[in-house]
């Protein structure tokens, strides 16, 4: 698998519900992100963990980190239709600032 | 609140033509970087940048492309002879700092090639 998979590929929930995607990574990491994109649009950063770091919260957003098992979750609690768009996890594991992208859940809200 | 703008948002262009996307990073940003999207795809990585130098570049980064930062506030993307797989949408991002902080996207360029 390549750095940075998010699965499912796709989720489709009610709104209220919560939804959770996962994504796992092979090397080791400075920190991981998460970014939101909405079809055509642009990358809106949501929440970075360190790697030291094992649970972080914003707002409805809750990440988590396991580096023992190189794998991090997302978990968006009481969705909304709003909240349709394509999730990408992003890992660093360089100086340079390059970030690796996983291939996305595209996440549907229906209301 | 403070955003990266890039221009133009949609170019059309033909195959072997030279194209230059063009960006302003946040003011106080120190790095810059290019990553792009062909459609369906994945985020790929393309050049980081800072201090007027590129840090790192990827395999994707080939002769073709180039970066420049000509002035106190832009930042630009050359392609000098587009090919159809360049075919993408590209995104610059900047950030204060490196494998510390997050990166501030824009909405992207939209490229075309036919």
């Known amino acids: 698998s390549q750095q940075g998979e998010e699965d499912p590929q796709a989720l489709s929930i009610q709104e209220g519900e919560n939804a959770t995607m996962n994504c796992s990574y092979k090397t080791s990491i400075n920190n991981l992100q998460w970014y939101r994109q909405n079809s055509g649009r642009g990358l809106v950063h949501l929440i970075l963990?360190?790697?030291?770091?094992r649970e972080k919260h914003s707002g409805r957003l809750r990440v988590t980190l396991d580096t023992s098992k190189k794998s991090s979750s997302l978990l968006i609690t009481a969705s909304r239709a709003a909240d349709t768009a394509s999730y990408f996890c992003a890992t660093d594991n360089t100086n340079a600032g390059k970030s690796t992208f996983g291939d996305g859940t595209t996440l549907t809200v229906k209301p | 609140e403070p955003e990266v703008t890039q221009t133009p948002s949609h170019q059309v262009t033909q195959m072997g033509q030279e194209v230059i996307l063009r960006c302003v990073p946040i003011s106080n940003h120190l790095y810059f970087y290019w990553y792009r999207q062909i459609l369906g795809q994945k985020v790929e990585f393309l050049v980081s940048?800072?201090?007027?130098?590129?840090?790192?570049k990827s395999e994707i980064f080939d002769d073709q492309f180039s970066v420049e930062r000509p002035d106190g506030s832009n930042f630009t993307l050359k392609i000098r002879s587009t090919k159809l797989e360049d075919s993408a949408m590209y995104f610059c991002a900047s950030s204060v700092g490196s494998g510390f902080g997050e990166l501030f996207f824009g909405e992207g360029s939209r490229l075309t090639v036919l």
């Open positions: 940048f800072y201090n007027n130098e590129i840090s790192e």
């Open positions: 963990i360190r790697s030291n770091e």
